[in-house]
Each structure stands twice: as structure tokens, then as C-alpha cells.
């Protein structure tokens, strides 16, 4: 499975930012995490690749909204009414095909697939 994200870059606090994520390969879902300087990982919104079930982090939800298309090749993250503490690098994952999906969507130890991320800057 290789992921690579793109959509990057910077905004205004309260702006929209959409992220892209092109997925090859066989998974079981993918999410959406987001690093800033000196922190772990954590998972912003997942989607399971096959029913489409989506999770969000209560900080995101109401704001983001994830979305995959028919072939499952492409994910996106729309990302509105941004903050400027959202700034960082946003990574997309995956899960192997067999693994479960929902459970534990958040952490990043779950995911065995991860794309080399693009950078998110969200200006006050």
C-alpha cells in the first residue's frame, strides 16, 4: 500500500483547506493524522474503506468532514473554519486489509501504512 498526500499549505485562521490522500494498493481504511513541532501523532477523522463509516476527534468534528471515492484510490479531507493551532504535518494511513477499522481509529499504532505527509500552516 502506498499513500501520498497532498493539498498542503497555508491559511487564515477560519479559512478551508483541503487535504488529498491517493491510496494504492488493498487496505482496510485510512485516517488522517495530524503532527506539530515536538508532539506525537494523533488522528484527526478515519473512514473505513468498505461501508464508508467515518470517525472524527471531538476538536475536528463539525469542521472537518472525510470522504473517499467510488474506486477508494483517493481520500479528502476538507478542512473548514481552520484554527491555528491545527497547524502542522498532516499524514494519511492506512490499516492492512485484514485488520479491523473503527476500533481505535486514533492511534497511530494501528496503522501500518503512512504517506510522507504535507505541511498545514494556519495563521492567526
Known amino acids: 500500500v502506498q499513500l501520498v498526500e497532498s493539498g498542503g499549505g497555508s491559511v487564515q485562521a477560519g479559512g478551508s483547506l483541503t487535504l488529498y490522500c491517493a491510496v494504492s494498493?488493498?487496505?482496510?481504511?485510512t485516517a488522517w493524522f495530524r503532527q506539530g513541532p515536538g508532539s506525537e501523532r494523533e488522528g484527526r477523522t478515519a473512514i473505513c474503506a468498505g461501508a464508508g463509516d467515518t470517525f472524527y476527534s471531538d476538536s475536528v468534528k463539525g469542521r472537518f468532514t472525510i470522504s473517499q471515492d467510488n474506486a477508494k484510490t483517493t481520500i479528502t479531507l476538507k478542512m473548514n473554519n481552520v484554527k491555528p493551532e491545527e497547524t502542522g504535518m498532516y499524514y494519511c494511513?492506512?490499516?492492512?486489509?485484514?485488520?479491523?477499522?473503527?476500533?481505535?481509529?486514533?492511534?497511530?499504532?494501528?496503522?501500518?501504512?503512512w504517506g510522507q505527509g504535507t505541511q498545514v500552516t494556519v495563521s492567526s
Open positions: 494511513a492506512a490499516r492492512p486489509r485484514f485488520s479491523s477499522c473503527g476500533s481505535r481509529w486514533a492511534r497511530p499504532g494501528f496503522y501500518s501504512y
Open positions: 494498493g488493498y487496505y482496510r481504511g
